[in-house]
């Protein structure tokens, strides 16, 4: 599924906008970690510095004038130096590492936080391998921003500057020529970095195709054996893992580029300064002490000048994560609820359409002017062709989407008007796409309601008929399921999905064609665990076989959007209109098949 992000203001925005409010929202919660590293970093680049200005002393003091006592000294405050400069990277480097993996934990957080409170057309529109990349990408990214800013400030930039300060004391006409280099690097590494930055986002569409594919094989390896299709996966396959290497060697490509570049400048600034320093020494016989102390500061301050040529290269690639981190981190949820709204009441729960529109975004309308009611505690079918809009019913009473116009009420009150969590506590559902999280059997009904006893979750499983089968499970109801709960049937994994809508004991009970890829004794078993959930409730069924919902207490036939038929089974029968062709049709296919009619089948008891 393709993502198409919205383009939103920020992502036009500079690198430096970027930063600061990366700062500002992430960065600030470790302001006292990170003064520790530049403090610790600035007594580095402070004793780099002073190594280049004890050159001058040691020359002139040792080689020269021949002191022993300096010899003493000056070997000394080097060793110290050392043991400075050593303590100082390595606390650095280890609060650095603490704080990177602290940062990569709290993005992770906020944005699985924040994608939890999306609406469910955002998923609908949504490849999930674009979301577990960026769940990887984006918390990476901000690590390394901000590791790199803070490195390339608190140390190298100190560095540097101390070291510039250095040469400009020791030699100020020898410090002109740095300043003639200096602006000729900045300008070329200007240019790489405004061409890394769209190879960058391309990098991460690239590794996003690969994810998809793996996702991909996993989900469909039966379909992929049983095609034959291990060939053309390969392909697929290799095929995205290819563009994301070539993608990869580009931004090595360009990010590589800055080397010659400062090579060929330092080389030239190297010849220049070994030029001015040699014709001061031999015509002005200038001692040798400053100039190698000089020559020695621009040696120290070559590797770190590197760096942060380099450094606004790695910033913007990393910058690409935080930039499509703030992308979805700004995206609105499309239901908007509020915690200060009252709770939903209910007494019977009836649901009432009125005069609802609704259309799915960029598609025509699939709902005007609807209008339906579900009798409280009764049950009613909702029959039709595909397409008519049965789910879209369910999902509007679970507030998945907005309605556009009209209203949607649960004994009278809006559902729009009251806590949306409220509404969902009211609602139990349970679709023919059963989904079981990686837990134990016993906590995967918890999830019905978490502070449920041992007792009433094996209750609630009684009640669904699945007791007995959890039971002949390895490690009974603390069996742990695996990816899809492939190890059970469809019937038991529907039955562990109705023993957790048991256990929610809600009111109002949403059946989206739950037994429709169910064999007909699963479907058997099924439907009396059925029978049992529903009794006394509010319940609308979607049904998928009409043999299912013969005895509802009313069924509505749905046809492009609009109820044509409602009534009971036999009253519909009677009309001869569109449920009675539908009938007609089921009942002369399972004939054809060798089986009983529809009425000889379990169907929901009338109340």
Known sequence: ?????????????????????????????FAGRYALVIGLNLIVAASTAVNAWLVKDVINEIFFAKRVEMLYLLTVVVVAIGLIRGFGLYVSAVQLGRIGNAIIARVQQRLFHHMLNLGVDFYNRTASAELVTRMSHNAQGARKTLDTAVTGI???LLSVIALTIVMVIQSPTMSLIILVVGPIAVLGIAGLVRRVRGVARAQFSSLSMVVSDMQEAVRGIRVIKAFNMEGLMRERMEGSIDDLRARSD???RIGARSSPLMETLGGVAIAAIIFVAGYQAIYFEVQPGAMLSFIAAMAFAYD???R???MQINLEVSLVGVRMMYELLDQKPSIET???APDLELTDGT???DQVDFAYPGNQPLLQKFDFVAEGGAVTALVGPSGAGKSTIIALIERFFDIDDGRITVDGQNITGVRTSSLRDKVALVSQDVVLFRDTIRQNIRFGRPEASDAEIEQAARDALAHDFILATEHGYDTVLDEAAATLSGGERQRIAIARAMLRDAPVILLDEATSSLDSESEHQVQTAFDRLMRGRTTIVIAH???TVLGADKICVLVDGRIVEQGRHDQLIAADGQYARLYKIEFASRSADGQDGPEEEASVPAE
């Open 338 to 340: 509020s915690d200060d």
């Open 304 to 306: 770190p000048a590197k």
């Open 308 to 310: 942060l040529a380099r």
């Open 250 to 252: 580009k931004i090595v």
């Open 1 to 29: 599924m393709a993502l198409n992000w919205p383009r939103f203001k920020l992502a036009e925005d500079g690198s430096l906008a970027l930063i600061k409010r990366l700062l500002a929202e992430t960065g600030r919660r």
């Open 545 to 547: 076989r009409l043999s």
């Open 351 to 353: 649901v009432v359409f």
């Open 154 to 156: 608190g140390r190298d």
